[in-house]
């Protein structure tokens, strides 16, 4: 799995498969953000919307229970 770990000036910082590696933030398809889940094709990116949005509501569906815990 590849997802934008954080956006630094021109460099982006992504971590793939549990590694992190640091490409040219031009590289990215336009709308990138850190979060988003990348698929790559043919030597370019493109943002996985779904399994991004499924990542995200399963965040915030933790932090929701986390916050719960501590009321």
């Known amino acids: 799995m590849i997802i934008i770990d954080r956006l630094e000036g021109s ?3 992504l971590e793939i498969d549990g590694n992190i590696e640091n490409i040219d ?3 990215l398809p336009e709308g990138a953000k850190e979060g988003d889940i990348l ?3 043919g030597g370019g ?3 996985d919307r ?3 949005e499924q990542r ?3 965040a915030a569906d933790r932090l929701r229970k ?3 815990r501590n009321e």
């Open 45 to 47: 990116y493109t943002i």
């Open 50 to 52: 779904e399994r991004t």
């Open 66 to 68: 986390i916050l719960r």
């Open 25 to 27: 933030r031009s590289l």
């Open 11 to 13: 460099m982006a910082v």
């Open 56 to 58: 995200r509501r399963a």
């Open 39 to 41: 698929l790559l094709h």
